[in-house]
């Protein structure tokens, strides 16, 4: 590969770190992710969590994880474990010891006094409502606030009585002196630190004023000497007021750089929105296999290893788009189906009694545990008189004879690791609704020793009957109908689906899992991707659809 093929193969942050570190502009990459404790991490999030950590990994460099805890009103320790679990379940470790905004609580303080002094922050007494009306729009210019030109000392002496807790909330804020001009309104004296008389997770009651984002997050960036600075697009505008703290205090140069978000089809990624869906209970919590949490995916099944390749295939652009969902699932079969051992799995069970082999007698098949992977091996699978196949795979009448390959009056099928059968009759009840059938087997079609010469196009799978493990199996599928959410102009909930979640209570399954435990993963041949579920007991196992076999995406692509 030449050097410009190279180059080309990079996106563009990788291009800008490669000339900055050989420009000397930088010698080394320091990156961090950031988020914010009030919720549990999306797939978005991960996104920036496998472009931080992976772009510190590949240039041998280091990435913090700060906890921007500025806002003690939504934020918890809940949410710090659980973002700590999710980054270490996907497979990164960050720099040294977990780090916070709220360990820069002092320095933050001090840069703020040392704005006061330069006169370029002041202590601002109008109410929320008359600061945004102050602000206009960018094509007018803004109002300035009547307290904007207070003397330097009275600044310095409101902005201590605030954190003294002299105020109340709302009565006070802190605004840096910017430019009420500025076609930008991050620049038209954005605030800095208001009042919140609200415990914090971690420094408890020891403050009641808190910096903002705008303010915290750049000089955060500064303290832990972070060289690259990555945000996704909507905190573009915010980048003119990130360079200027870091300007007129004269720290530490980190640099903000802005990528795309992640915008996935059929999804939700706010939290807000997400925190609703839990609170009203649309969902069973922030781990319900529809969320696209990421401990959502990795309870429904997702890998990790399936996420960061997914991750990697929509790549770092530009420019905002919707990344079709198919991706998504395709990246998670093309996981599982080398590593997920095969079984069978019977959701909606039919018996098969196989007149004339013996009643007790059960003959232990050999059964391939992943064609993908020979060192999986085999099982022994137990095969008797009666068994259950799926409902599906039985019609009395078939409306297209000759394209129909399953079982039906005098049609013969191969049961997959057995013999072939042919029906021979079935019994229905008195509604009509076919209750059993009736087979009889060729002993000369044993699979692998096959000496009949027979050729049948259908292949079924089965579980027998005196050894079927009982289990409950949810089907899930999408949580909203509609494809782009962000263009919708009625309630996101409205375009909940109804049918997202399918619960089959009385699933057969081989005999093979009777011991499954929680986390242990499979393809249930012809049905799709399974995970033994959480809520599984010695008494009744419980599994949840990963995804199906069909790959839409696989195929167009």
Known sequence: MSENEKHESLNFIEQMIEADLKSGKRQAVHTRFPPE??????????????????????????????????????????????????????????????????????????????????????????????????????STPGIESPFRNRPVEENLDLFKRMRDGEFEEGSHVLRAKVDMNSPNMHMRDPIMYRIRKVKHHR??????????????????????????????????????????????????????????????????????????????GHVSGWDDPRMPTISGYRRRGYTPDSIKNFIKKVGVARRDGITDIALLEHSIREDLNKKANRVFGIQNPLKVVITNWPEDKVEMLQAVNNPEDESAGTREMPFSREIYIERDDFMEDPPSPRKWFRLGPDREVRLKYAYIVKCTGFKKSESGEIEEIYCEYDPETKSGQDTSGKKVKGTLGWVSVAHAVEAEIRLYDRLFRTENLNTIEDDYLNHLNPNSLEVIEHAKLEASLAHAKPGDQFQFERQGYFIVDKDSSSNKLVFNRTVTLRDNWGKQN
Do not use: M
């Not at 905004?101 to 320095?107: H, K, L, M, N």
């Open 203 to 280: 420094t408890g009651d020891q403050w009641c004023i808190y910096p903002t984002y705008d303010f915290a997050h750049g000089q955060s960036d500064s303290i832990e000497e972070i060289t690259y600075s990555l945000c996704t697009l909507e905190f573009r505008d915010h980048r003119p007021l990130y360079d200027w703290f870091i300007e007129k205090l004269g720290i530490f140069p980190s640099q903000q750089t802005e990528f795309a978000r992640l915008n996935l089809g059929y999804t939700v990624v706010s939290k807000r929105k997400l925190l609703q869906l839990v609170e009203e």
């Open 37 to 138: 404790p009030n919720g549990y991490l999306h797939i978005g999030h991960a996104k920036s969590i496998v472009l931080n950590f992976g772009l510190a990994e590949k240039y041998n460099g280091t990435c913090n994880l700060r906890f921007d805890d500025t806002n003690p009103v939504k934020e918890s320790t809940e949410y710090v474990d659980a973002i700590k679990a999710d980054i270490e379940w996907l497979g990164y470790e960050w720099n040294g010891k977990a780090r916070y905004a709220s360990d820069y609580f002092e320095q933050l303080y001090t840069f703020a006094v040392a704005l006061i002094e330069k006169g370029l922050a002041y202590v601002d007494e109008q109410t929320a409502e008359q600061i945004s009306a102050g602000r206009t729009n960018p």
